[in-house]
């Protein structure tokens, strides 16, 4: 068995440390990319996994294989490969690993235990080491080794140097975790920043005083690409500034520099190797007292929206970690500054950008959908513009007929019979319905008697020749039969007859039959059955366009299958007022052949009030009323 060269808190295996293992400082300041912050864990630790690995298999005698699988957080209870070894037979058994670090992970405690190890044609018993892996007080995974037979001694042994081994990894994986949590804290801060309401200016003021914060910064600058130059928009504890003074054209120049070379840029740089020149930089630096400078740009997409550069102590110069943890949180903040300068654009601005980009698809390669779909829709509009068409108006319309009757109590007194209601045909003379007439026969025979009684009085006054007397009993005689006479018609008006051969258009007594009515309430309503007229409603709108003379078709409710034409003949110059606006009456007679019409029927009329095209006509409504509301905002 071969042990390691030395075990102890102080030491680590070739290659590993607590530092980054990717190493920076490409030359004059020119940064490497690097993964934005919130990478998974299993993939930020596979670098350091793997190299463990291989050195801890390296350093054992008869490891047939092994490998460190984390616990994968989106799924609960699964394991991931993190980091696999194999001997140069290929003797590894991947199924038995997995299945040993899943018990392990169960029982939270190290495991040895024989199996079967199947792999490179070879099927004999192994030893199986597995070890559980902490980060910090959560249990993350397990190490398993593969080794061959040994005696009991000698496997804890092995164990024992396993447990040495992984407290180098678990210190390297808590000290990562440390760091990307410390990224984690500033991107979260960056990000409240610029998603706070308000315009870019002011959140963006935020956002480089949590950088400067965050970076112990001296100044931290926010810069936009405006086509080809960038133009300062926010800076740290300055909420206004002016753009002119000489700082900030300053730095403005680096940030131009930063953008022609599209990448991160420290000054100054950790290695003096040639690279592109940044001269800018330089400067700036001379005017902040030897400042140490970092210029990261912001990209959405492939597509550099602005940049960000930091200003700190000379004392404290940037480092390429130091590069990393910023370029992996401007690549977050790219999009959200995009955005944010987007939705803070004038209309006007937002209006020139929309049509600058229907200009470059409709002239531009490519997009033969959307030309297609416009040379279709200019064609639809051209022929919409060419093709004529009738002008109708359509109102609202109701059946009448053109002469109307009311039948009404000719005086007080309470429904006998009735005979006929609404929508029955009648012809002239038949009764509609009949009073009671009790109380006029009772007045009646009361004027029957008094007439007797005068006439006896008058034949006796001329058998005594009283001639004055006489005369006044004469007079008496002839009241009562005119009050008889007037009683006798009384009782013959009872009977409610119609007027002429028509139809009964409203009133039903079968319901109140015995209820009083007085003299002058309409009891019926009767039209002739011959002779309609339609009332149309006119929207106020529509008016102007209709005149007396325009033909037009009327549909009905009760014939939806059949049109009947008709001619307007007057309109009322008076607007009555509905639920939804003012409406103009307007009369129009029936042409065709009406027997089947009757009064009360609804429907929908249209008016031919000219000819215009089909695009006019389906508009021109529209672009009244809105001409009408702009009108009215003029004041």
Known sequence: MTLPLTIGAETHPPGLGPEPVAKAGQGNGVAPAVDAPGTRPEVLYRGYAQQWLDWQCGMIAGVRGGGVFLSDRSAAGSLHENATWSAEDGSSDPGALRAVAAETVLGRRATMQKRRCEGAGLDSICDFLGYPLFIGEELAGAVVLITE???????????????????????????????????????????????????????????????????????????????????????????????????????????????????????????????????????????????????????????????????????????????EVVSGIAAHLGPLVALKQRDGRPWYRVMGESLSVLRQRL??????????????????????????????????????????????????????????????????????????????????????????????????????????????????????????????????????????????????????VGAPVARGDVLFELAPLEGYRVALEVDEHDIAWVEAGHEGTLRLAGFPDRTFRMVVERISPLAESRQNGSVFRAEARVVDDGSRLRPGMEGVGKVVVGRGSLLWVWSHSLLDRLRLWAWSLGG
């Open 363 to 512: 002239a531009g390669r490519g997009h033969l959908g959307f030309k297609v779909f416009v040379g279709a829709a200019l064609a639809l509009v051209a022929a919409l513009s060419l093709i004529q068409t009738d002008h109708r108006v359509m109102a609202r319309g109701s059946v009448e007929g053109a002469m109307q009757r009311a039948v009404v109590a000719p005086q007080d007194g309470y429904v006998a019979v009735s005979r006929r209601r609404a929508g029955d045909e009648v012809k002239a003379g038949d009764v509609l319905a009949e009073l009671t007439t009790r109380d006029l026969e009772v007045e009646r025979e009361r004027w029957l008697s008094e007439r007797e009684k005068h006439a006896r009085e008058y034949q006796e006054a001329l058998a005594t020749r009283d001639r004055a007397r006489s005369r006044i009993l004469a007079a008496r005689v002839e009241q009562a039969e005119a009050r008889m006479r007037l009683v006798e018609q009384q009782i013959q008006r009872t009977r409610l007859q119609a007027p002429f051969d028509g139809i009964v258009v409203s009133g039903d007594l079968s319901q109140v």
């Open 149 to 323: 037979v040994r005696a009991e001694a000698h496997r804890r042994t092995v164990l024992q140097l396993v447990r040495w081994g992984i407290s180098w990894l678990e210190t390297l994986l808590n000290e990562e975790a440390v760091r990307q949590r410390g990224r984690l804290s500033i991107l979260e801060g960056a990000v409240s920043q610029v998603l706070r309401p308000g315009p870019l200016a002011v959140t963006g003021s935020g956002l480089c005083s949590e950088l400067a914060e965050r970076f112990r910064c001296d100044r931290v600058a926010l810069g936009l690409l405006k086509g080809l130059q960038v133009s300062v928009a926010a800076m740290s504890h300055q909420l206004h500034f002016d753009g002119r003074v000489a700082h900030v054209r300053a730095l403005e120049a680096a940030m131009d520099e930063a953008a022609d070379h599209d990448t991160v840029i420290i000054y100054p740089c950790e290695q003096d190797q040639p690279g592109p020149p940044i001269k800018a930089h330089e400067q700036l630096s001379r005017r902040y007292d030897d400042t140490a400078l970092c210029s990261v740009p912001l990209r959405e997409g492939t597509r550099t929206v602005g940049l960000l550069t930091l200003v700190r102590k000379g004392s404290e110069p940037w480092t390429s970690a130091d590069a």
